[in-house]
């Protein structure tokens, strides 16, 4: 008998944990596709939605390819992989969030800024289609929840929850309460993160939260010193991996990120708090015109080939060293 990808789910006898058992995930880019496959990996179902069927197969294709890599590099079974694919299923109907536990909005618009009224025309579509219980959340980081809450009937079920990336990896949440979030919404909230193996950090509401404010300071004051010839790309990155302990190096980060991403950061904190600090360097906007993005390009600081890099070939270079 040919087997199927449901033969490999878990059932749902051992999939009650708290009575969360479904997540929705709407947006479905890196962000998105590393927290379907989070979310699948612990015996949860996740249903996500993007822009149209075309996208979705993509998504679902995307997703395969990165557990094909994990199979390969002894990280999965290849059993493992078939029963986290079968908990992953695709859309473009808001109505197949109606029996969702938890909704995470984790757009990524290219458009400049981030588009606000967009993201509120989501939880309003979002709310009028789940249970009374369930809980809207945002990955957003430079948004304030509880502006993204007051379109909502209930904005007590709102709260931020933001993974970082590589989100895979990182083993922390941050989770923002808004005005209006109860005890319940956030108690719950805590409850998901445990299960999908973080830990919660809870801040208070601020734009940028602490992880973004803090890193894309760090990005943009190591675009000066490449400005004033202080150092190389490769040095400065080596000074603070090798230094200071960091995973990545401040431009290793960026490319990873994606730099139009970091772009939209900066300019949308610049926005809130008018400081010098997060107004984007010249050097990253140059690179974001040309299309270099980072690793989803294949060339931002660096240049990459099956999204690693290639020594000793950095991109600004060309841009910078003419």
């Not at 109606?98 to 606000?116: A, F, G, Q, W």
């Not at 009224?117 to 369930?134: D, G, L, N, T, Y």
């Not at 990005?219 to 000066?224: F, L, P, S």
Request: glycine content about 6%.
């Amino acid at each position: 008998m040919a087997e199927v990808l449901e033969d490999y789910a878990y059932k749902r006898t051992t999939q009650k944990k708290g009575n969360i058992q479904k997540i929705g995930v709407i947006g479905c880019g890196q962000m998105g596709q590393e927290i379907c496959r989070i979310v699948s990996q612990f015996g949860m179902d996740v249903v996500f939605l993007d822009i149209s069927p075309e996208r979705v197969s993509e998504i679902l294709n995307s997703i395969r390819k990165q557990l094909d890599d994990q199979v390969n590099q002894w990280g999965l079974t290849e059993t493992e992989k078939k029963g986290i694919l079968s908990r992953i299923k695709g859309t473009t109907d808001y109505n197949d969030f109606s029996d969702c536990d938890i909704i995470i909005e984790s757009i990524n618009s290219k458009k400049p800024y981030t588009n606000l009224e967009s993201r509120k025309e989501i939880f309003r579509k979002v709310e009028s289609v789940i249970s009374p219980e369930a809980i809207i959340t945002s990955n957003n980081s430079t948004l304030m929840i509880t502006e993204l809450a007051s379109e909502l009937k209930k904005p007590e079920r709102a709260i931020g929850l933001h993974f970082m990336s590589p989100a895979t990896t990182i083993k922390i949440v941050e989770v923002v309460k808004g005005i209006d979030t109860d005890e319940n919404t956030y108690n719950r909230v805590c409850t998901f993160a445990k299960m999908i193996d973080r830990q919660v950090i809870t801040i208070n509401e601020s734009p940028g939260h602490v992880s973004t404010r803090l890193i894309v300071s760090l990005i943009n004051e190591a675009c000066e010193l490449l400005m004033e010839g202080v150092s190389s790309v490769e040095a400065i990155d080596k000074i603070m991996k090798e230094g200071y302990g960091m995973q990545l190096g401040p431009f290793e980060l960026a490319d990873r990120i994606g730099l139009d991403k970091v772009v939209k950061w900066m300019d949308n904190l610049f926005q809130e708090y008018s400081l010098y600090k997060f107004k984007a360097s010249p050097v990253i906007k140059r690179l974001v015109r040309a299309n270099y993005l980072g690793r989803k390009t294949g060339k931002g600081f660096y240049k990459y080939e099956n999204g690693k890099i290639v020594s000793g070939n950095v991109m600004t270079r060309e841009l910078f060293n003419r």
